[in-house]
């Protein structure tokens, strides 16, 4: 089966034509010299890219904030009371979830706590994340269904929760959603996706923030009905089975969120100097560096490609000392062939991006992080002082160090947005550290394939390439959408070669 492209831009090249052949990219070139097709489709000068990939994703939790309880609108404590006392009153029953709360915007000046929670939501469990995930806000009784939280790190009285403690309440919380429910809301985040011409998300699960069965649903459901592609990733120790569970549901990689620290807004980024606005901390590491060596040894070993979380600066060393400590015993041959990945990797010295390079890792980075949260004045400067903020999210560092890069939106800490993606990367708040455009467009394309060791060669457009393909509703080149910072709509998406969207 065959379907002809016509009359559409490629790139800054109008009136030209894309032939698909059994799901792969047949012939480009120009509408007049398209060859035929058993389908011809005229794209009335729109414009025809790579669908995009979204690097970082967590699409049950995604789905859930879709359809129930988003916070991120709140710019206050009041009104984000307001919103969870509406969304008990509309859902009479079971376990109230929600997320994307940020206190640092909110007037009141204090986080929201179990006791403000309880007054809203009665005797009924409740978990209310914050936006970074990496902290939450949990009622008296969600706290009375975990026992032994009080003696675990991170607990609170006032039920505000970080570290262990809030991963325990976070996978309570999260069991009581039912399989209906979950399909519900995975469902809902693949739309919203392929609405936003996503071909392809990489599903960063882990035993801290989903489960195994919540993949393999995923996993099953991308499968069943016409959608974009999920590759997954386990973030788990070799040691504590994580490669098995690779192996059993044929995952990318092992890795993506494993939490190596958290996150600057919850204080748990680990750092190599404490928090400004709280110098008694400098955050945590959860790991050893020799628990760290081991699962890269046996990641390389296995030909697996592992996967970091990592925010703060003594995290991302910390890895890549774990990392280099492999190459040196297997050899920087099989390091590099893995392509071993940094997830988030927001505070990187110059050291480090020459480390990433040699040892051919790929940084997978949220350029939407540097415009909610960076700048001279925004909640980087609060936590870490302007001059460590000004510092994070080195994007253009990275690029002209010729290091992989692939961006994400880390869904549903930050929403899904591509081109807003796109622009972020561009536009970004340290003057200097921005991405050229067509560098962040193709991180935010090619760059997702070849962090998943998945890429064509010869690019993403190339004649044999899988057509994952996406027609955007504007009259504007490539050139002008990033030029312009537009945001088109997406008119048509095609992964596989199998229309998801549009009249294609």
Do not use: K
């Not at 059994?22 to 097709?37: L, S, T």
């Amino acid at each position: 089966m065959s379907l002809l492209l016509t009359g559409v831009t490629v790139g800054d090249a109008a009136d030209r034509a894309v032939h698909v052949v059994d799901g792969a990219v047949g012939w480009v070139g120009p509408a007049a010299e398209a060859p035929r097709a058993d389908r011809t489709v005229d794209g009335g000068g729109a414009l025809l890219t790579p669908a995009f990939v979204d690097a970082h994703v967590h699409a049950t939790a995604t789905g859930l904030a879709l359809t129930g309880l988003a916070l991120h609108g709140a710019d206050s404590l009041r009104s984000a009371l307001a919103a969870v006392t509406e969304h008990v009153v509309a859902h009479p029953t079971g376990t109230v979830l929600g997320t994307g709360w940020d206190e640092t915007v909110w007037p009141e000046g204090r986080a929201l706590t179990r006791h403000d929670l309880d007054a809203v939501v009665g005797d009924r469990p409740a978990y209310l994340a914050r936006v970074d995930v990496h902290s939450a806000t949990v009622s008296t009784a969600l706290l009375d269904r975990i026992p032994g939280i009080t003696e675990l790190p991170g607990f609170a009285a006032d039920g505000r929760l970080r570290l262990d403690a809030h991963h325990a309440a976070r996978q309570v919380a999260h069991g009581s959603v039912d399989p209906a429910q979950r399909a519900t809301a995975q469902r809902a985040a693949l739309d919203a996706a392929a609405d936003l011409g996503i071909g392809c998300v990489h599903e960063m699960a882990g035993p801290e923030v989903s489960s195994a069965e919540d993949l393999a649903a995923l996993l099953e459901l991308s499968r069943r009905a016409p959608g974009p592609l999920v590759l997954g990733w386990w973030g788990e120790l070799a040691e504590r089975g994580g490669l098995d569970v690779v192996a059993e549901l044929g995952l990318a990689g092992a890795g993506g969120d494993l939490f190596c620290d958290g996150a600057f807004g919850s204080h748990t980024a680990a750092l190599s100097a404490p928090y400004t606005d709280r110098p008694e901390t400098s955050g945590a590491l959860r790991f050893d560096t020799g628990q760290l060596v081991e699962h890269v040894r046996a990641c390389t070993a296995a030909g697996v490609q592992a996967g970091f979380h990592v925010i703060g600066d003594a995290a991302v060393d910390q890895v890549l000392a774990a990392v280099a400590a492999v190459a040196d015993e297997l050899g920087r041959d099989a390091v590099r062939a893995c392509r071993h990945r940094l997830e988030h990797v927001e505070m990187v010295s110059a050291e480090a991006v020459e480390t990433l390079r040699s040892l051919g890792m790929v940084a997978s980075v949220q350029p939407a992080f540097d415009a909610a949260w960076g700048g001279d004045g925004g909640m980087y400067a609060e936590r870490l002082g302007v001059e460590r903020a000004l510092a994070c999210n080195p994007l253009a560092d990275l690029s002209d160090g010729m290091v992989a890069i692939a961006l994400g939106s880390d869904a549903p800490v930050t929403p899904l947005d591509p081109w807003g993606g796109v622009h972020a990367a561009v536009d970004h708040r340290t003057p200097g550290a921005g991405m050229r455009p067509f560098d962040a467009y193709d991180a935010a394309t090619h760059g997702g394939w070849y962090a998943a060791r998945a890429e064509h060669p010869a690019g993403p457009l190339a004649v044999g390439a899988p057509a994952h393909l996406a027609l955007w509703a504007t009259d504007l080149t490539l050139s002008g959408v990033l030029a312009q910072r537009a945001r088109p709509t997406c008119a048509g998406l095609l992964v596989g070669g199998d229309v998801v969207r549009g009249a294609l």
